[in-house]
Antibody, heavy 120, light 107 residues
Framework: QVQLQESGPGLVKPSEILSLTCTVS????????WSWIRQPPGQGLEWIGY???????TYNPSLNSRVTISVDTSKNQFSLKLSSVTAADTAVYFC??????????????WGQGTLVTVSS | AIQMTQSPSSLSASVGDRVTITCRAS??????LGWYQQKPGKAPKLLIY???SLQSGVPSRFSGSGSGTEFTLTISSLQPEDFATYYC?????????FGPGTKVDIK
């Protein structure tokens, strides 16, 4: 079955760029949308955005000016870049596949998540 | 953005209890709602999509209902492995938004 794994630095300095990669195994990245979601420690979930394997993207306006999601189909990976980070961006970052049917969309499966701390 | 609320924010229940969690949307979202279960230190797990469709592999004691602005997740007979936090998610309009969560713990 399809599995997702996030990777990237666990510590980022304020004002710098947070960069994460999600590697998809057990299936092709083609044919689907792929998403990033985050969860600050002890808090709820926030949808960051998603990318179609063709490269088209949709972002959460609350992060729109700072976020870039890209895809590399040759490596079966997609990536997140978040610029000008502050302590408020400290969170566990999850990647997930988007499923859809009859107009409904959902996230399944998910990666295990990776904690990124923003601190000097 | 569409605001999602959940009630209660937490509840205590016993094994075998019937549990109902409510999710409300700030506007009509048709049936574009999913439910997720999250255990501490783990990723959320999809339970229900399109308001009432049970994800493959999810036990039949979980069910979802509702449309428009009010939705419910019901666990017909709570099992020990069901103690977790439950989130609803609207996928009707961007940005997709989650409810604040309902924590279900042991009475």
């Amino acid at each position: 079955q399809v599995q997702l794994q996030e990777s990237g630095p666990g510590l980022v300095k304020p004002s710098e760029i947070l960069s994460l990669t999600c590697t998809v195994s057990g299936g092709s990245i083609s044919g689907f949308h792929w998403s990033w979601i985050r969860q600050p420690p002890g808090q709820g979930l926030e949808w960051i955005g998603y990318i179609h394997y063709s490269g088209s993207t949709t972002y959460n306006p609350s992060l729109n000016s700072r976020v870039t999601i890209s895809v590399d189909t040759s490596k079966n990976q997609f990536s997140l870049k978040l610029s000008s980070v502050t302590a408020a961006d400290t969170a566990v970052y999850f990647c997930a596949r988007v499923g859809y049917s009859s107009g409904s969309e959902w996230f399944d499966p998910w990666g295990q998540g990776t904690l990124v701390t923003v601190s000097s | 953005a569409i605001q999602m609320t959940q009630s209660p924010s937490s509840l205590s229940a016993s094994v075998g209890d019937r549990v109902t969690i409510t999710c409300r949307a700030s506007q009509d979202i048709r049936n574009d709602l999913g439910w997720y279960q999250q255990k501490p230190g783990k990723a959320p797990k999809l339970l229900i999509y399109a308001a009432s469709s049970l994800q493959s592999g999810v036990p039949s004691r979980f069910s979802g209902s509702g449309s428009g602005t009010e939705f419910t997740l019901t666990i017909s007979s709570l099992q020990p492995e069901d103690f977790a936090t439950y989130y609803c998610l609207q996928d009707y309009l961007y940005p997709f938004t989650f409810g604040p969560g309902t924590k279900v713990d042991i009475k």
